[in-house]
């Protein structure tokens, strides 16, 4: 089974960039068959897409974020990472990691794959 955590500062003031880690345990990120994504839920809204690295490296962001959102992996040690900058209190939410099946070449998929357990990240000052 394919098991994600988020890591990082629960507070960040506005201004400054959020940054978090997810760490992918029981399956690869580089060769798996998946979108390796952030998601996040502000208070009371839905879920929103935010971003994801391919297996092969390749990015890709949701246009309303794209130009403050960067999404980088560090292979070695199975982890990608999210860098949110210029955050408002807007971007207050519980932040998740996910893998989203897709349809590539050269990959592998997993019989069983589970979210992260969501992490609160709040902007105040």
């Known amino acids: 089974q394919v098991q994600l955590q988020e890591s990082g500062p629960g507070l960040v003031k506005p201004s400054q960039t959020l940054s978090l880690t997810c760490t992918v345990s029981?399956?690869?990120?580089?060769?798996?068959?998946?979108?390796w994504s952030w998601i996040r839920q502000p208070p009371g809204k839905g879920l929103e897409w935010m971003g994801a690295?391919?297996?092969?490296?390749?990015?890709s962001y949701s246009p309303s974020l794209k130009s403050r959102t960067s999404i980088s992996r560090d292979a070695s040690k199975n982890q990608f990472s999210l860098q949110l900058s210029s955050v408002t209190p807007e971007d207050t939410a519980v932040y998740y990691c996910?893998?989203?099946?897709?349809?590539?070449?050269?990959?592998?998929?997993?019989?069983?794959?589970?979210w992260g357990q969501g992490t609160q990240v709040t902007v105040s000052s």
């Open positions: 029981g399956g690869s990120i580089t060769t798996g068959c998946y979108a």
């Open positions: 996910a893998p989203i099946a897709t349809v590539q070449d050269m990959c592998v998929l997993y019989e069983n794959t589970y």
């Open positions: 690295i391919a297996y092969d490296g390749v990015t």
